[in-house]
């Protein structure tokens, strides 16, 4: 298990650094950041003088070792707009994004690994087929959609929710968030079902699928022979052993929904990550770019990594070398 862990540290290190290289060449080929720090009127002795503080008239591969040793210090510089460290800036807006996205995969979870098993155990069953075709649209239907028209109909027509904002903030064990209170749960419903919708539907085709698989099983026969109720069956033998691409998917989905809730963010105006990012590309907002891309890869390098190693406690015949 050492081993195993010091050689995904090194992998997590290689990839990050690959994407350090990615993100500074993308960074580098999209426009002239000078012009976002000087006047509209600026000289071109002015215009000079900021690239050279920039460090944009050095070579490409000294502009990258400051880059990247700003990275490693943790500074990303200012943000052009607000004039504000990037990295703060991102850390500010990252708690209301991971509140929407635990809700989120919380909903997902809920209904998709119940509803995934009865699907999976009774594929030919009314019920079944009706599960089932709710998942497809579920993974057909585009979020922005789903999103505007839970708005219409909940918002605006019965005004059971709110449309848009975060609600009161509050302090749970000296963290503050909207989870706190009432009214942060009364806004948090439609944008975290809007993005759990996707999610929901994947793991519970995945739910099925394992499900199906499983059911044939002669481990599962053996079992209800010897008087293991039904549902003891399906969720103490079954379930376990469908979990290993289950919990696969969820790795990603739980990534996806981190990095991808800009849409979602948007509709609703939530003010989390993505929702500044959306603005930051508007005005080419450089660090802020930056330290939302990076933030994004190292969260689903470590989300693969803890994946990784919760398959051994999930089915302890994986082993790890």
């Known amino acids: 298990m050492f081993a195993f862990t010091i050689r995904r540290l090194i992998q997590m290190v290689v990839v990050l650094w690959a994407v350090s290289v990615i993100v500074f060449l993308m960074m580098t080929f999209t426009g002239d950041p000078v012009f976002m720090v000087v006047p509209i009127d600026a000289t071109q ?43 703060d800036l991102i850390l500010e807006r990252l708690p209301a994004t991971m509140e929407m996205v635990v809700v989120a995969m919380v909903i997902a979870t809920v209904l998709a690994i119940p509803l995934g098993v009865y699907a999976g155990a009774n594929p030919g069953k009314p019920l079944s087929r009706l599960i089932m075709s709710g998942s497809l649209l579920g993974v057909s239907l585009p979020g922005f959609w789903v999103g505007m028209m839970l708005i219409w109909v909940l918002a605006v027509e019965f005004r059971i929710f709110p449309s848009s904002g975060r609600g009161d903030i509050g302090t749970v064990l000296g963290v503050e968030t909207s989870l706190a209170t009432a009214s942060g749960w009364h806004h948090i419903i439609l944008p975290a079902f809007t993005l759990s919708v996707g999610t929901l539907a994947i793991l519970l085709r ?11 099983q002669d481990y599962m026969k053996f079992a209800r022979a010897k008087g293991v109720s039904r549902r003891g069956v399906l969720y103490g033998h ?30 609703f105006a939530w003010p989390g990550m993505g929702k500044l990012l959306i603005d930051s590309i508007y005005r080419a907002d450089r660090p802020v770019i930056v330290v939302y891309l990076m933030l994004v890869a190292l969260i689903f390098v470590v989300i693969n990594f803890m994946i990784d190693v ?10 790890v070398k």
């Open 238 to 267: 079954g379930l376990r052993n469908a979990l290993i691409p289950v919990v696969t998917i969820f790795g990603l989905q739980l990534g996806d929904l981190i990095a991808f809730a800009t849409i979602t963010e948007t509709i």
């Open 310 to 319: 919760l398959y051994t406690f999930i089915d302890p015949r994986i082993t």
């Open 45 to 87: 002795g002015e215009i000079d003088q900021a690239r050279r503080i920039l460090g944009l008239d050095r070579p490409m591969i000294v502009q990258y070792g400051i880059f990247l040793s700003g990275l490693l210090q943790g500074d990303f510089g200012l943000s052009y707009v607000f004039r504000q460290p990037a990295f």
């Open 206 to 216: 995945m739910t099925r699928a394992g499900m199906m698989e499983v059911t044939r």
